[in-house]
């Protein structure tokens, strides 16, 4: 588990940084590959610079005021110093998609279309991303309370957290469930099913497995009925997410019964 990888020029480069642009470049890959032929196939370039600057504004906005805002609260001081480590995926999920939102809207794409085709190359990139965040320790479980499950070195959050106690490996196997959400979107992309059921269910399994491995997380605070903000916030999504798919449903059998 390396945090820093070398310093240039008085510059620390963390692994974190560099497996994250990693990340970035395999989804934008996948993504090429799901617009080619598409009307959006040109503007994939341009919207990608879009996406990242609105994923780094909300994965700081969620970290800071959802995730962390006791800490934050007392040190106003570091909420911008997002170079000091403290994005949340879950922030950049929701940033990136209010941009695709607003790109849609104005370049007259149909947001669902758009979205279908994106869902894949994204979950794929938040995989990868649990592994930056593996190798930095800053995402990590609570203590297994037996001589199995992973310990942290020194230097890293977990260890400030919980010393060298053995944690459930709770980023590892979320990063093992969002590459089987890739293949499962990458397989239902091949079939005939309305049009954004596909982003839906992208929607729908992230959101789910949030909600589940955050109860051995170790470093997400926990508020009413003993849920973290990340449960609560995944929760809501998976609640509008599903009336959302049953509006589709019911606005697609209106159309077929109008044929």
């Known amino acids: ?14 692994t974190h940084g560099v497996v994250s642009v990693i990340a970035i470049m395999l989804a934008y890959g996948v993504a090429q590959v799901r617009v080619k032929g598409t009307p959006f196939e040109q503007h994939l370039d341009r919207f990608l610079v879009y996406a990242i600057i609105g994923g780094i504004i909300g ?8 995730f962390q805002w006791p800490y934050f609260s007392q040190n106003p001081g570091e909420i911008l110093m997002i ?6 995926i879950l922030g950049a999920t929701v940033g990136g998609i209010a941009v695709l ?12 279309e758009i979205a279908d085709y994106l869902a894949p190359a994204l979950v ?23 001589n199995y499950g992973m310990v942290y070195p020194e230097g890293t959050v977990a260890y400030s957290y919980f010393g060298s106690q053995p944690l459930w490996p709770a980023d590892i196997w979320e990063g093992q469930f969002l590459f089987a ?15 954004g059921w596909l982003f839906l269910t992208y929607i729908i399994l992230y959101s789910l497995q949030r909600f589940m491995f955050e109860f051995l997380r170790g470093d997400s605070p926990k508020y009413f009925l003993n849920l973290s ?16 798919g049953a509006y589709l449903y019911v606005q697609q059998k209106k159309l077929d019964a109008k044929k």
């Open 181 to 195: 959400v890739f293949a499962i979107l990458y397989i239902l992309s091949s079939k005939n099913i309305p049009k």
């Open 59 to 66: 994965a700081r906005i969620w970290h800071v005021f959802i």
């Open 229 to 244: 903000a990340g449960q609560w916030t995944t929760f809501w999504i998976i609640v509008l997410a599903v009336v959302y």
């Open 101 to 112: 939102i607003w790109y849609s809207y104005k370049h007259k794409f149909n947001f669902l």
């Open 1 to 14: 588990m390396y945090k820093d990888l070398f310093n240039i020029f008085g510059y620390t480069v963390q």
């Open 124 to 146: 794929l990139g938040q995989g990868i991303g649990r592994a930056a965040e593996l190798l930095a320790g800053d995402v990590f479980g609570n203590p297994t309370g037996g």
């Open 83 to 88: 170079w000091k480590g403290g994005i949340s």
